[in-house]
């Protein structure tokens, strides 16, 4: 189904500019609302919440992440708790190494061994933020107590128990710690700490042993009203994924009594599609620029180039010769942009980039391409040989040099 998005670009404190950048996206979730105000007004705004920290603008579930997710002023920022193979609470989203670290240099032939088959000292030997960007080179994969080091009473923690299945007795560590180290007792005390999870055998092996955190369901469709309702027996919260969020199941998460979270909303447009469905909660990669929007300041300050569209699932193969999956830029200023070396980064860190020589005229656009073609004035091909962008629905994020532009989300 195809609708039309307006985006809305808070500008100065006079007021707003309306942007219609009227871009018709596929997209399976119900048709987004216009909006002619901005989200919401300080008093009653969501929680919010920095995913992986902020896993849109540094590497995810480490110290850096955490600091922006801090920077931002977000209520939270969320992290990833796995065991090692020697017992020690590390804080990792994947199962394996292969994705996020330097494993192919440190431990040729071990990129997709289980990253619980570790050890803590050699979970320490990886570097865990080049991946993202040289500049964070020598980033390290956290101990648990890394995050309440971070943590204020400000911006807590969300304890996501990640793959319990793959660290037994990953329950009772994270319980002896919010119990008995004072770095996160005092969190605790403050209502800053929330543990969560998507496997429910694990989520009640929690509430049993710790029935005083607060603890979070998590779940990629919200089911019927009687299995939430039996969720509300030992969980405070759903957390669910934005896209497949229907009134209904708004309705029976806070008939049952539960708060209500979604992940992971990325854009402005879907943190305000999320909140007219009326979530109380919102994780996102880009905690610092959706508090921006909910505070109604500039989101993408000093941007010139926007995000217009994304093609993630064309007729055929996704990077077929010409007509592959893309994403489209516009030079929404008054001035050209040089955009040579710009890239654009998707929710799983997949990344295209331009190429040289390509400056922008104002309302000039440009689709960047994943597969091959020929290269002209209004397309930049990648020439890869694997599609990028997830045809469920992905976000993409623009970068011309340190500068993030902007975020699209479908
Ligand atoms: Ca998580
Ligand atoms: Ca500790
Ligand atoms: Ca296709
Ligand atoms: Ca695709």
């Known amino acids: 189904m195809a609708y039309r998005l307006t985006r809305i670009i808070a500008t100065t404190a006079a007021g707003l500019m309306l942007v219609t950048a009227t871009a018709a996206v596929a997209h399976a979730a119900p048709a987004q609302k216009e909006h002619a105000l901005p ?153 800053k700490i929330q543990v969560l999870g998507f496997d429910e055998a694990s989520n009640r092996r929690f509430a049993a042993i710790a029935p005083e955190i607060e603890l979070q369901q998590l779940t990629s469709v919200v089911p019927a009203r009687a299995v939430v309702d039996s969720w509300a027996t030992f969980a405070d919260s759903v957390g669910t994924n934005y896209r497949t969020l229907t009134p209904q199941n708004v309705a029976d998460v806070k008939g049952a009594g539960l708060i209500l979270g979604v992940y992971t909303v990325n854009s402005p447009e879907a943190v305000q599609y999320s909140l007219d469905l009326g979530v109380d909660a919102v994780t996102t990669d880009f905690p610092i620029q959706n508090q921006r929007f909910l505070q109604g300041q500039p989101v993408f300050p000093g941007a010139g180039v926007e995000i217009a569209d994304a093609a993630n699932n064309v007729p055929g193969d996704d990077v077929q010769p010409e007509n592959g999956e893309y994403v489209l830029l516009r030079n929404t200023s008054a001035a050209s942009v040089d955009v040579s070396g710009a890239i654009i980064r998707d929710a799983a860190n997949n990344i295209l980039t331009v190429g040289q020589g390509y400056v922008l005229a104002p309302g000039a656009e440009l689709r960047v391409y994943a597969g091959p073609g020929t290269n002209s004035a209004e397309a930049y091909y990648n020439g890869g040989g694997a599609s990028v962008l997830n045809n469920g629905g992905d976000s993409v994020a623009l970068w011309i040099g340190p500068r993030l532009q902007d975020v699209f989300a479908n």
């Open 39 to 191: 989200a919401q007004k300080a008093s009653d705004a969501p929680i919010l919440i920095g995913h992986r920290g902020a896993a849109g603008t540094a590497p995810e579930n480490t110290v850096a992440a955490f600091k922006d997710g801090r920077a931002s002023g977000a209520d939270f920022f969320e992290i990833d708790v796995q065991l090692s193979a020697d017992g020690v609470p590390f804080l990792f989203h994947d199962n394996t190494p292969a994705r996020t670290t330097n494993v192919e240099e440190v431990f040729p032939g071990r990129e997709n061994d289980p990253i619980t088959s570790f050890t803590w000292a050699e979970l320490q030997q990886l570097d865990a933020g080049a991946y993202f960007d040289e500049k964070y080179e020598g980033e390290r994969i956290p101990h648990l107590d890394d995050a309440a080091r971070v943590a204020t009473v400000k911006t807590g923690v969300y304890i996501e128990i990640k793959a319990p299945v793959n660290s037994p007795g990953v329950e009772q560590v994270v319980a002896d710690e919010l119990r008995n180290d004072p770095k996160w007792t005092q969190l605790v005390a403050a209502d």
